[in-house]
C-alpha cells in the first residue's frame, strides 16, 4: 500500500511539473495543513465534548438507565452479552449517540463495548457473533439528527443545512435493518 501512495503521489506531482501548474502544487502543498486543521479541530472538538457527556452520563446512571431501556432488544441481538450489564450499557450508549449523528464521539465507547465482547470471548483471535452484530448494527446506524453533517454543511455555508434529514433517517434505518437481517441469515446459516 505504501508504495502505491508514493506512485499516485509522485506521479500526482510529474503531472503538474508536466502541465506547468507549479503554482497549484505550491499552494496545495502551503494550504493543506490549514485546510485539514480547520475541518479536523471541530470534530475533535466535538469528539471531546460528548465522549465527556458520556462518562458524566455513565457516572450519573443515565448509561445504566439507557441499557435498561434497550435491554429487551440487545439482550436478543446480543446473546453472548446479555447478563454483562457494563457492556450493555456501553452498547445502548453507542446506539444512541449514533442516533444523533455522533459516530466520531461513539467511537471510544464503542470500543469499550467491543473490549467488554472480548471478556467474553472463548477464542481471543476470533470475532463473537455479539461482535460482528455490533459492528453490523454500528455501521449502519440509525441515525435521527446527524449532528456532524449538519455542522459541516453550516461550517461549508449550505443554504438549508437540514434538508436531507429525512433521507438519512431512511438510509440509515434501511441500512440497519437490512445488515442485521442478513446478520441473522449468517448466523442461522452457520
Same mark, same amino acid.
Given at each position: 500500500?505504501?508504495?502505491?501512495?508514493?506512485?499516485?503521489?509522485?506521479?500526482?506531482?510529474?503531472?503538474?511539473?508536466?502541465?506547468?501548474?507549479?503554482?497549484?502544487?505550491?499552494?496545495?502543498?502551503?494550504?493543506?495543513?490549514? &485546510? #485539514? %486543521?480547520?475541518? @479536523?479541530?471541530?470534530?475533535?472538538?466535538?469528539?471531546? =465534548?460528548?465522549? /465527556?457527556?458520556?462518562?458524566?452520563?455513565?457516572?450519573?446512571?443515565?448509561?445504566?438507565?439507557?441499557?435498561?431501556?434497550?435491554?429487551?432488544?440487545?439482550?436478543?441481538?446480543?446473546?453472548?452479552?446479555?447478563?454483562?450489564? &457494563? #457492556? %450493555?450499557?456501553? @452498547?445502548?450508549?453507542?446506539?444512541?449517540?449514533?442516533? =444523533?449523528?455522533? /459516530?466520531?464521539?461513539?467511537?471510544?465507547?464503542?470500543?469499550?463495548?467491543?473490549?467488554?465482547?472480548?471478556?467474553?470471548?472463548?477464542?481471543?483471535?476470533?470475532?463473537?457473533?455479539?461482535?460482528?452484530?455490533?459492528?453490523?448494527?454500528?455501521?449502519?446506524? @440509525?441515525?435521527?439528527?446527524?449532528?456532524?453533517?449538519?455542522?459541516?454543511?453550516?461550517?461549508?455555508?449550505?443554504?438549508?443545512?437540514?434538508?436531507?434529514?429525512?433521507?438519512?433517517?431512511?438510509?440509515?434505518?434501511?441500512?440497519?435493518?437490512?445488515?442485521?437481517?442478513?446478520?441473522?441469515?449468517?448466523?442461522?446459516?452457520?
Amino acid at each position: 500500500m505504501t508504495k502505491f501512495w508514493c506512485t499516485l503521489i509522485l506521479g500526482s506531482f510529474a503531472y503538474g511539473l508536466m502541465q506547468g501548474r507549479v503554482d497549484l502544487i505550491s499552494n496545495t502543498i502551503v494550504t493543506v495543513g490549514e &485546510e #485539514t %486543521l480547520e475541518f @479536523v479541530l471541530p470534530m475533535v472538538a466535538v469528539t471531546c =465534548f460528548f465522549s /465527556g457527556i458520556v462518562e458524566i452520563a455513565k457516572e450519573g446512571g443515565c448509561i445504566a438507565f439507557l441499557e435498561r431501556c434497550l435491554s429487551p432488544f440487545l439482550r436478543f441481538l446480543l446473546p453472548d452479552i446479555k447478563d454483562d450489564h &457494563e #457492556t %450493555l450499557g456501553y @452498547v445502548a450508549a453507542n446506539i444512541i449517540i449514533n442516533m =444523533f449523528g455522533l /459516530g466520531s464521539a461513539a467511537t471510544p465507547v464503542g470500543l469499550k463495548a467491543i473490549a467488554g465482547m472480548q471478556k467474553h470471548n472463548p477464542e481471543p483471535n476470533r470475532a463473537t457473533r455479539s461482535m460482528v452484530t455490533f459492528l453490523v448494527l454500528n455501521t449502519g446506524g @440509525v441515525t435521527l439528527f446527524p449532528t456532524s453533517i449538519i455542522a459541516l454543511r453550516v461550517a461549508y455555508g449550505s443554504l438549508d443545512a437540514t434538508s436531507f434529514i429525512p433521507f438519512a433517517v431512511i438510509a440509515t434505518l434501511s441500512a440497519s435493518c437490512i445488515g442485521l437481517i442478513v446478520d441473522r441469515l449468517w448466523n442461522h446459516a452457520h
